[in-house]
């Protein structure tokens, strides 16, 4: 059954691809760069945010996000290996999807006030006063490591359910996963290529207009 749309489908791997480009354009100083790359995942993640309201079944926060107790009770029947492929996200996968969330949106926000301390600012950060723009700048950075310890607790996942028989990537890849149920309802993507476009272009003439005009 068809599990995944193209659109979760994109928004993932794009979102490995953009975290990979902006850990890298930060290292190397590339500052253009970096503030594009974030505009973009910026424009990815708020509408995969709304996608998980009026998107696809599987897309929904209503269908992945269930209370504490279900979500620890389903990790109690893993460590007792009974171990399933759930049409979706699990319950303990759920809330590791709203933890990514949180953390890539609180990344993204403190990087509108940040400086480098050279020529680069975020487009916030006239806002605030310098210390408060340098203090920002710093838990920017050190919120980063975080990201990257979260997912990395999100690929040994992947890789325990992968050793336990059942493989993530694949529906990922493709949308379509052998599993027996009911099959989720898919909405159009195009709705979500549509929000998509037109938060891209609200982000490009707010902020990064400048910024891609420089480097194009």
């Known amino acids: 059954m068809k599990i995944w749309d193209s659109f979760i489908r994109v928004y993932h791997w794009s979102q490995v691809i953009l975290l990979g480009s902006l850990w890298y354009t930060a290292e190397e100083g590339l500052m253009e760069w970096h503030f594009s790359f974030a505009y973009l995942l910026m424009a990815f993640l708020i509408t995969r945010i709304v996608w998980g309201f009026i998107g696809s079944e599987t897309a929904k926060f209503s ?24 049409i979706g996200h699990n319950p303990a996968g759920g809330y590791m999807v709203l933890g990514l969330f949180s953390l ?93 476009a037109v938060i891209s272009l609200f982000i490009y003439y707010l902020w990064a207009n400048e910024v891609v005009s420089y480097l194009f």
């Open 104 to 196: 890539l949106t609180f990344q993204l926000l403190t990087g509108l006030f940040s400086n480098d301390d050279i020529l680069s600012e975020g487009p916030l950060a006239s806002l605030v006063s310098y210390e408060t723009s340098s203090l920002l700048t710093s838990i920017h950075h050190q919120s980063f490591n975080v990201l990257l310890t979260f997912i990395g607790l999100h690929i040994t996942a992947v890789l325990f359910y992968r050793f336990k028989g059942i493989n993530l990537l694949s529906p990922m890849l493709t949308g379509v996963a052998k599993l027996t149920g009911t099959t989720p309802i898919m909405k159009h993507v195009i709705i979500a290529w549509g929000i998509f």
């Open 63 to 86: 269908h992945f996000v269930t209370t504490p107790k279900k979500a620890f009770n389903y990790l109690i029947a893993i460590r007792n290996s009974k171990v399933s492929h759930s």
